[in-house]
């Protein structure tokens, strides 16, 4: 059940049975527009990417839009954002069935707000490589967007994948790369930008144990070692945003493999016969943690940068102890009024919609 602090709630409409992996964008008008995924399941050639613009005056989400485009790949993880140069940009993954490691970054252009897209075209051709969180933009208009590297492991699945920041200078035409040392097995990095040259950054583990923290005081060229928080992450994606009172507010799933081991350690979003074909099966185990379950989906507050977190509550949990529900992959903003929006993965059936009230959080 949705957690009692919550004021609105919406199911953003769909096309396709399966839909996952929603990011949200606050548009100059004051509505918001959410993409995400959609198609018969995830790692089909027939997955594509989805937007929606929700109307802030009529408090209705629109039908969505399909604008991926390539028949012969899985389009995945869309983000968008704002460019310092105007346009919004949706960012997307596009791999072969469930192989990551063929993944490959592509990109599609607006500038109406959404209502249209150019042409797609390849932003990262190196195979492997894959995005999940928005990027922040800083004040001299750098765009620093976090992005992993999809490796394949013994198994010809997933290994030790690792994260980097992505940085340009010149409003997305070139771009140059850093690693971040010590975060093999740590993915989905959600940066948040505090004052001057200060970067916060946390991570989804593929050990399904914490949600990591790292730090650079230099706008991302150089990063502390990852560092696990008190808060537990059980594989699953998670995102933080800044409110504008200064706080940290973390949207994840409040569980994690030591509390929950999983019935079987491969994806089970993914169709067994191709998780068969690629080798994850009982007796060559990946090397990550699949299968936790992602319930409950939680937010909590830090005051001090993502030191400590405090008033953890559910956003939606369920009580059913002989199911596993997925409530999952969340997206979080704060609108220029003050209102918290939430998006996420529900069952894989849709993408719901919640608003919040800023003060219930520190009750």
């Avoid at 012969?72 to 954002?81: K, V």
């Avoid at 209502?115 to 004040?139: C, H, M, Y």
Wanted: charge should be negative; glycine fraction near 6%; charged fraction near 25%.
């Amino acid at each position: 059940m949705l957690g009692t602090f919550i004021d609105e709630q919406y199911q953003i409409p769909i096309l396709y049975p399966h839909n996952h992996a929603s990011n949200l964008l606050e548009l100059d008008s004051g509505d918001l527009l959410c993409t995400w995924f959609g198609g018969s399941k995830e790692g089909k050639a027939d997955i594509t990417v989805m937007v929606s613009t929700f109307s802030k005056e009529n408090r209705t989400w629109h039908p969505p839009q399909a604008v991926s485009d390539d028949s012969t790949r899985s389009e995945q993880n869309p983000i968008l954002f704002k460019n310092p140069n105007g346009e919004i940009w949706l960012i997307y993954t596009a791999q072969y069935a469930v192989h990551q490691d063929s993944s490959v970054v592509r990109y599609s252009v607006s500038d109406d707000e959404g209502a249209t897209w150019s042409k797609v075209k390849d932003l990262f051709d190196k195979p492997g490589t894959f995005v999940r969180n928005p990027p922040v933009i800083t004040e001299n208009n750098d765009i620093i967007l976090p992005a992993y590297y999809c490796l394949k492991s013994t198994n010809g699945f997933l290994g030790n994948d690792y994260s980097v920041v992505k940085r340009s200078k010149d409003n997305g035409n070139t771009w140059e790369e850093t690693k971040i040392e010590g975060s093999e097995g740590l993915v989905h990095l959600s940066l948040v930008h505090f004052e001057g040259q200060r970067l916060v950054g946390f991570f989804r583990s593929r050990k399904a144990d914490k949600i990591y923290r790292t730090v650079s005081n230099d706008l991302g060229f150089t990063w502390s070692k990852p560092s696990p928080t008190h808060l537990p992450n059980n594989n699953a994606s998670i995102q933080a945003t800044k409110l504008s009172r200064g706080q940290l507010v973390m949207v994840f799933n409040n569980i994690n493999a030591e509390e929950r081991p999983p019935k079987e350690n491969r994806p089970p979003w993914f169709d067994p016969s191709d998780m068969d074909k690629v080798g994850v099966n009982k007796e060559n185990q990946s090397d990550a943690i699949w299968g936790v379950v992602r319930n409950p989906l939680s937010i909590a507050v830090s005051e001090d940068e993502g030191l400590t977190w405090k008033h953890v509550k559910s956003v939606i949990e369920s009580q059913d102890i002989n199911s596993e529900p997925e409530f999952s992959y969340p997206s979080i903003k704060q609108d220029r009024e003050g209102k918290i929006h939430i998006t996420f993965t529900y069952l894989r059936q849709y993408i719901q919609h919640v608003i919040v009230d800023e003060q219930v959080l520190y009750r």
